[in-house]
């Protein structure tokens, strides 16, 4: 990598004028072996030294158009030092900002191999495995080394910091990545974190307003609570917070089964005035594969015990029913929560009714991962009727009495 963001610096001061032996080297380093500013820039150039540091747990370098920004951003810094412009600190800033930001968006506009999603393992895993190479080791030596002060000559682009906590709860591994960013100056709020955070998440297609954005960054800081609109030069702000769970154990969903009896009493005449009150038996049978120790495996069945009403407001037909309705629904869902709510939702159902029976069949609306639930169900009529209808119903929990869910776990190897 040091190679590399080498040519691509040298190319650039090169097309600035800067002669071959003025070019500026770059300089690999990791912000956490710092204790100075640096920790917590992108990347700087050093006036004093005429070298250019790159920090990779600050640029983004899971997307190559980051990287970009931050070898352009620099490259401008050395610039504006050499160019004879009377440029204050504010002025140096946007020009090199503006410079850094346009080569990293054209980056991603025209680059095959171009990513605008941050890819956090990617950044940490590869800073964990280079952390004692030669390279890095050497380059965060000078880092620490360098007088970050205000007047100590070192100019930089201040960009995320990406933190990384691992811990273990019960069987599973807990990860949680913490990205933060610090201010520059003449920074604000608005401007400088919420409305970026809204460009870059409607550029990944995900729709957002700057409430939302707004709440985010003041739940996640609580500080900014009493004056968000004050922000000072160096405060660090965390901008994202993610949570990973992995687990060394694989679920297979072997199937669902819904059992229920209940009470239908609907009228028909066109429009449907009906309810159905029901208590369900569902069950969910899944298999837990050790991927250690696969002898550890096991079998389990939930079991779920809760009662509903289900509306036929927007069913039409023709026809009355009073009937006790005995159902069996079956599917095949990752989890009971995805079953159940897939249960309490819509279905397309209908149903024929007789003097003395009735039948029903029906399938629900789909899951957010495609799945829905299958079911049939037959009654005896109490009061003798005709019926004929079929549309939308919609399922509820009847909240009097509460779910109750029994687990039972049975070993593989029979211990």
């Known amino acids: 990598m040091g190679e590399a963001v080498n040519k691509v610096s040298e190319t650039v001061q090169s097309s600035d004028g800067v002669k071959d032996d003025k070019i500026s080297h770059v300089n690999l380093y990791q912000g956490d072996k710092t204790d100075n500013a640096m920790n917590g820039y992108a990347a700087a150039y050093d006036q004093n030294s005429n070298e250019t540091y790159l920090n990779t747990e600050g640029t983004d370098i899971s997307k190559g158009g980051d990287i970009i920004t931050s070898l352009f951003w620099e490259a401008q810094r050395k610039d504006n030092t050499t160019n004879g412009l009377d440029l204050d600190a504010g002025q140096q800033l946007i020009l090199a900002s503006s410079r850094g930001e346009q080569a990293g968006n054209l980056w991603n506009r025209f680059s095959d191999t171009a990513s605008i999603t941050t890819n956090h393992d990617a950044v940490i895993n590869w800073n964990n495995a280079n952390a004692e190479s030669d390279t890095l080791v050497k380059g965060s030596e000078k880092a620490k080394e360098l007088d970050t002060s205000e007047d100590g000559g070192v100019v930089a682009r ?46 990944a297609g995900e729709k957002t307003d700057f409430e ?22 160096g405060q660090i702000l965390i901008t994202d917070v993610r949570m990973s769970k992995e687990t060394n154990k694989t679920i297979i969903p072997m199937g669902d089964v819904l059992i229920n009896g209940g009470v239908d009493a609907t009228l028909s005449i066109v429009h449907t005035l009906g309810e159905e009150v029901s208590l369900n038996k569902y069950t969910h049978y899944s298999l837990e594969i050790d991927n250690e120790n696969p002898l550890n495996s096991s079998f389990n069945i939930e079991t779920t015990l809760f009662p509903t009403v289900t509306y036929k407001s927007e069913v039409v037909g023709g026809g009355y029913n009073f009937s006790n309705n005995v159902g069996i629904s079956y599917g095949r869902f990752e989890k009971t929560e995805e079953g159940l709510n897939t249960f ?70 029979g211990e």
């Open 158 to 203: 201040s960009k995320p910091m990406i933190y990384k906590k691992t811990y273990q709860e019960y069987d599973k591994k807990v990860t949680i990545v913490v990205t933060a960013e610090r201010v520059d100056k003449g920074d604000t709020l608005v401007n400088d974190f919420i409305e970026t955070d809204m460009k870059a998440i409607s550029k």
């Open 344 to 413: 309490l939702g819509s279905s397309e159902q209908a149903t024929i009714s007789i003097p003395g029976f009735s039948l029903s069949l029906g399938k629900s609306n789909p899951s957010e991962n495609g799945n829905y639930w299958t079911s049939g169900s037959t009654g005896i009529n109490l009061i003798p009727g005709a019926l004929v209808n079929w549309g939308e119903t919609n399922t509820k929990p009847f909240k009097i009495i509460k779910p109750v869910t029994e687990k039972k776990t049975y070993s593989l190897t």
């Open 212 to 233: 939302k954005v707004k709440a985010m960054y003041l739940e996640r800081n609580p500080d900014l609570a009493n004056n968000p609109d004050s922000l000072k030069e």
